[in-house]
């Protein structure tokens, strides 16, 4: 059975990355007249829908290219464009920052024709800038102590999972869950897959499906990134319990540790402090020599260990902002 694929992209000020993505998609293996690309522009002020026009214009071994607008800018309302108009019979999602294989659509195909309804794969980071201290922000990124404890960053083998990135829906599915949640800008994928899990479909996670994202070159932009990901999973946590997994709320629990076990210091018993700061210590020494050992070392590997631990913090203060904030009506 030949099914048609649509593959949505949601962009914002992408004027430098979304020509490589959509090089990619041109690459795909999946036969072209089986494929639709949903490109949808959040009002950019750069030539980010120039470069999606032109697109367009340029490849009509596509069944067909849109080019949508998503006036009120944010993430969610992008994706209801794209739910509310692509014609396919599966809808791909694909964050403009992102790299993807070329058999990336024919794998999604093939465990779609397998019987699945939901699948996805693993996205690990790469760099965005070829420099040293890119390199090292990336090793940051992916090791297990940064951000990487979730499977579909590193797992090898195939199973059902609550969450994934890149995620390719059913028509079926999305007819019957309905629209993503505007009132969340960050974990609106959380709290929609976790509606998916409510309506009796089972979300299939396939290593070979597989993409990238582009970690951050700045350290100032990761740290912005670990905070405001914090806050939203603070502020969903609240609404959402389920849709919120046990790992995301540890940089909360740290930094709760931390103001606990410095009041006991402040009454003499400072044991609980050196405890908890020496397993830290150990931690973030141990996963920079890993990282340096597996991916090369440089002179700015002597500041990892700080910089885990101003992610962490930067993160947990974000959940605890956001589990005493309230969500716009």
């Known amino acids: 059975m030949c099914e048609r694929l649509s593959i949505g992209i949601i962009a914002y000020n ?6 490589n993505l959509l090089n990619d998609l041109k690459a795909q ?58 014609t396919g019979d599966v809808l791909a999602r694909i964050d403009a920052h992102t790299k993807v294989t070329p058999e990336y659509s024919l794998n999604v195909m093939k465990d779609i024709n397998d019987g699945e309804m ?18 090292v922000l990336l090793q940051v990124e992916n090791s297990l102590f940064g951000s990487s404890i979730n499977s579909s960053r590193r797992s090898k083998e195939k199973a059902y999972v609550k969450t994934m990135f890149h995620a390719a829906y059913r028509r079926e599915v999305l007819e019957k869950v309905g629209l993503f949640n505007e009132k969340l800008l960050r974990t609106e994928d959380n709290e929609f897959h976790y509606r998916i899990r409510k309506a009796g479909f089972k979300l299939c996670f396939n290593p070979n499906i597989l993409s990238y994202q ?11 990134q670990k905070y405001a990901n914090g806050y939203w999973i603070g502020l969903t946590f609240k609404v959402c319990p389920g849709c919120i997994s046990l790992y995301h709320l540890v940089p909360f629990v740290f930094v709760v540790a931390i103001v606990f076990t410095s009041l006991l210091s402040l009454f003499g018993i400072w044991q609980f402090s050196a405890l908890m700061w020496g397993l830290y210590g150990l931690l973030a020494l141990t996963n920079t020599v890993l990282s340096g050992i597996q991916s090369g070392f440089y ?8 910089m885990f631990l101003i ?16 969500i716009e009506k």
């Open 118 to 135: 939901v699948v996805g794969g693993i996205r690990p980071a790469i760099v965005e800038k070829n420099t040293s201290w890119a390199k």
């Open 214 to 224: 582009y970690a951050r070159s700045d350290y100032k932009r990761m740290i912005k």
């Open 14 to 19: 992408e004027e430098a990355f979304l020509p």
């Open 29 to 86: 293996t999946y036969p072209h007249k089986l494929m639709e690309i949903v490109l949808i522009d959040s009002c950019s002020s750069d030539g980010t829908k120039a470069v999606m026009e032109k697109f367009q214009n340029e490849n009509k071994d596509f069944y067909s290219i849109q080019v949508l607008d998503n006036p009120k800018k944010i993430q969610a309302a992008g994706w209801n464009v794209a739910i509310q108009n692509f």
């Open 299 to 306: 002179l700015q590997h002597l500041a990892m260990p700080i």
């Open 311 to 326: 992610l962490h913090i930067s993160y947990g203060i974000g959940t605890e902002i956001g589990l005493f904030s309230k």
